[in-house]
């Protein structure tokens, strides 16, 4: 008689397997060149809404720049491209933005401190943040060659590494001052601290709504995301946070992953 194991992949197996998809995975860059969104046609060859949205996807937006799936993809990509956005613009060191975020990221250590944190524990990951901040302002980071220097620095693991600790240190201090705003919408019922210290603060772990809503409203940049799903539409829904008309940054989500949107000209 056969039994309800049968067939069923062993312990081992399915280890070795989940170290080959981890294996994979550190082999791609942690974000990628651009590359034209009709590659997402191959990716999503069959018949089906994904590849209708794929289909419409590419008609609304010219490249997309992946990143690399590893439970820090939201946070990665939307860093890189509030710094590739701010590096782009003819005034990247004395628009609003710029200067704003420059003295959040550097001022970052102490607000953090407010928040609970023990200073030694950000410092580092402050001051990374608040060197590349610098580096937009100073555009190091400006035309062909600085767009380069960028995605290097992204790809730098120590530089891209600190740059998503700090991203997450900060989310979870924005939501600490903001508790009694935010707490009722944590599903699970845990304390914010609990929370942050648990879902928003370790690497790897996936952003949820919370902390997508909090960080955009943290950087104050907002953010569009282009739903890739399975539900029976023909176009993505596009969600914006904060709730906002105008996001000047634009994200692909697929289900436990994201990658950087950059629309037609």
Known sequence: MATMDEGRPTDQEIAAHHEAVQREQEEKPLVGPCEPTSSLLTEFSQP???????????KEYASIRRVRRDGNCFVRAYCFAVLEWLASRPDHATCEDSVRLKALFGGAT????????PEFGVEDFCEMAAEQMNNVVEGKYTGPEGRTRLVEAFNDACVSEYLV??????????LREHTPEYEMF??????????CRTQVEPMRRESEH?????????IAVPVAIVYLDN?????PTVHTFPDTTDAPITLLYRPGHYDVLYKAE
């Open 48 to 58: 089906g809404a994904f590849r209708t949205k794929c289909e419409h996807i590419c």
């Open 110 to 117: 102490a607000y953090m401190v407010q928040q609970g944190f």
């Open 165 to 174: 600790c700090f991203m997450r240190f900060l989310t979870s201090a924005f």
């Open 186 to 195: 944590i599903e699970s019922g845990l304390p914010m601290h609990e929370y």
């Open 210 to 218: 919370l902390s997508i809503t909090a960080l955009a409203r943290a």
């Open 231 to 235: 539900s029976v539409a023909d176009q």
